[in-house]
């Protein structure tokens, strides 16, 4: 049952109430005795009130938060499946204007935000070319605000004699990423608990993959390949258009197939893992279209329903129903038309391309 917890209001009044119960002649109003010995009292009850209460919180994964969380974790997690610390610091290159001047190898920059960086290699009078120079950069803070896209600017945080102050963004800095947020650990948490992982089971994979820096969701699907197969696709958020470089996950499944492959395999598993579709961290499914060899054959005892012979080349996996009719563009498909379809040598993984299974709506169809 959830607890009530009373504010420090009530406790007041509750210590009047009680009060009035011993001395029922005693006066409750404002400045009153009873009323000053209510604030002190109610005010040191309101305290101990406070301190339950989040003893209470951090007792639950799904209430408690920072340390308390991290608690959880060290209890019910391996160590390296913990909350994940912000990792790396972003790298790309910028571009510098002025007169041919070196610039040693760390020399500091800084952007709007005051988040530093520094060069990452050094640049030589004879690198420069028509008054600009590309330079290496890298952050020295962490965090996913160090990332920045290319246009954007950095100002040198000591001025370079001959050499424009601003720097402007070549190639994208990406690469930072935050610590992992406590909604985040917990959701990992609540799934650990929920799919206990245990000899290659579902919550083996998946648990396992999404502990993985860069893995924000993993889908497992078991015998996808045949028997003795598992298959694991893992998922970042991506881009959107309020965090164009992406956030803390950037998903690598290289990293989680060594995870899995290295930390986990159940002797015998084949494992594989691959990306969503349209590529890594990418949230919303992009339509893949893939080519299929199709064969148009007779089922012994019937005839065909059309006239000529024809080869279907394409498929349009997002909808499944587009055919690109090659061979015989007269020839055409009518409803409850029987095709026996073939498929050789065409890689298939999720969600990337799509099964489907017939279902005989009458003798006639396949």
């Known amino acids: 049952m959830a607890i009530t917890w009373p504010s420090r209001e ?3 009044e509750r210590f009047l109430d009680a009060y009035k119960t011993f001395f029922p002649n005693a006066v409750k109003s404002k400045g009153s005795e009873p009323w000053r010995e209510a604030q002190a009292w109610g005010g040191v009850a309101g305290i101990l009130v406070s301190r339950m209460k989040q003893i209470y919180a951090d007792m639950f994964i799904t209430t408690a938060t920072g340390a308390a969380l991290d608690v959880h974790a060290e209890i019910n997690l391996p160590p390296d499946k913990r909350r994940q610390a912000a990792s790396g610091t972003t790298a790309g290159t910028v571009t510098a204007t002025g007169v041919a001047t070196a610039i040693p190898l760390g020399t500091e920059l800084v952007n709007a935000a005051g988040y530093s960086y520094r060069t990452s290699e050094s ?5 420069w070319a028509a008054g600009s120079v590309t330079i290496d ?7 996913q605000a160090c990332n920045m896209l290319a246009a954007e600017t950095l100002d040198f945080t000591s001025p370079i004699a001959g050499v424009d102050s601003q720097v402007t963004v070549a190639t994208d800095l990406t690469g930072a990423t935050d610590e992992e947020s406590d909604d985040e650990l917990r959701a990992r948490l609540l799934s650990w608990k929920q799919y206990p992982p245990g000899g290659g089971n579902y919550g083996h994979y998946k648990n396992y993959a999404e502990g993985v820096g860069g893995c924000e969701k993993a ?7 045949g028997d003795g197969t598992v298959d694991v696709v893992v998922l970042g ?4 258009d309020d965090n164009p470089t992406g956030d803390r996950f950037t998903v690598d499944e290289d990293a989680v197939w060594t995870e ?5 395999r159940p002797c015998t598993a084949d494992i594989g ?18 080519p299929l060899d199709i064969a148009v054959s007779e089922n012994e005892g019937y005839e065909k329903d059309w006239a000529g012979a024809f080869t279907m080349t394409a498929i349009d996996l997002a909808t499944m129903k587009q055919i690109t009719v090659t061979a015989d563009p007269t020839a055409t498909i009518a409803d409850d038309d029987r095709i026996l379809v073939n498929v050789q040598g065409v890689p298939c993984g999720p969600p990337a391309c799509a099964r489907s299974r017939a279902r005989s709506r009458d003798p006639r169809t396949t």
């Open 10 to 12: 009530d406790l007041i």
């Open 123 to 127: 640049i030589a009078v004879g690198d």
């Open 137 to 143: 950069v890298e952050s020295v803070d962490t965090g």
């Open 219 to 225: 889908y497992v699907y078991p015998h996808f390949r």
């Open 237 to 240: 958020p991506g881009v959107d």
């Open 260 to 264: 899995l492959d290295t930390e986990m």
């Open 273 to 290: 893992t691959m990306p969503g579709a349209g590529g890594n961290g990418v949230d919303v499914a992009v339509a893949q279209a893939q």
